[in-house]
């Protein structure tokens, strides 16, 4: 908090000016020593304590409504910091878009107070966004593992169903490479695409007995 600490013993400051200093001071240090959030979160953040000292002298309704855009952009941006892990790639993503949001408070926020609405506003959007994307990778990977159970089991049925049968020795062996390693395949494919207990599966180990 060395930021608001250089602006407190700053020539020409009110005591009013002081008193919030102190209170955005302690906001800080609520979310700045939330352990859950990694170092890295924390710079980032911390660079916005002096534009929110500044929001809270311009307006009157910086403490009085929790609903305050640069409160809720404080308290968003502290959510996304939690459990961050920089060998996530979606995190990284996270972490560059924040930057990218702080920096642009810092560029562009005067006495304009709109724009902590606009950079929250850009956030939740990017949230959803994070969201939306890693729901759809959660539902590719379980269907992809339901996938390949499947692909197995069908192997392991058709492998079983073949060994049954070429047990006999008076099989011809031309029949017998036959069925290892062709009709196995087309039992495999079919237990894959219709199920072992399919009609289709039935009348293809029929059509091999």
Same mark, same amino acid.
């Given at each position: 908090?060395?930021?608001?600490?250089?602006?407190?013993?700053?020539?020409?400051?009110?005591?009013?000016?002081?008193?919030?200093?102190?209170? +955005?001071?302690? #906001? =800080?240090?609520?979310?700045?020593?939330?352990? @859950?959030?990694p170092d890295v979160m924390k710079a980032a953040i911390g660079r916005l304590q002096i534009p929110i000292l500044k929001?809270?002298? +311009?307006?009157? #309704? =910086?403490?009085?409504?929790?609903?305050?855009? @640069?409160?809720?952009?404080?308290?968003?941006?502290?959510?996304?910091?939690?459990?961050?892990?920089?060998?996530?790639?979606?995190d990284r993503a996270v972490f560059d878009a924040m930057k990218n949001l702080v920096q642009r408070i810092l560029n562009e926020f005067d006495n304009n107070i709109e724009i902590f609405e606009i950079v929250l506003n850009e956030l939740e959007t990017f949230v959803l966004e994070r969201d939306r994307v890693a729901r759809a990778q959660i539902r590719f990977?379980?269907?992809?593992?339901?996938?390949?159970?499947?692909?197995?089991?069908?192997k392991l049925k058709a492998t079983e169903a073949v060994h049954l049968r070429v047990k006999d020795e008076d099989i011809p062996q031309s029949i017998r490479d036959f069925l290892i390693h062709t009709?196995?395949?087309?039992l495999a494919?079919?237990?894959?695409?219709?199920?072992?207990?399919?009609?289709?599966f039935r009348a293809d180990i029929q059509a091999m007995d």
């Open positions: 908090l060395g930021m608001l600490h250089d602006y407190k013993f700053a020539s020409g400051i009110s005591e009013l000016e002081h008193i919030l200093i102190n209170v +955005i001071a302690m #906001m =800080f240090d609520f979310i700045l020593g939330d352990r @859950a959030i929001v809270a002298i +311009i307006d009157q #309704m =910086f403490f009085a409504k929790k609903s305050h855009p @640069a409160r809720k952009l404080l308290n968003k941006l502290a959510e996304v910091a939690v459990g961050w892990n920089e060998e996530n790639d979606q990977t379980a269907k992809s593992a339901e996938k390949q159970e499947r692909l197995v089991t069908a009709w196995r395949q087309v494919t079919r237990a894959f695409s219709d199920g072992v207990g399919s009609k289709a």
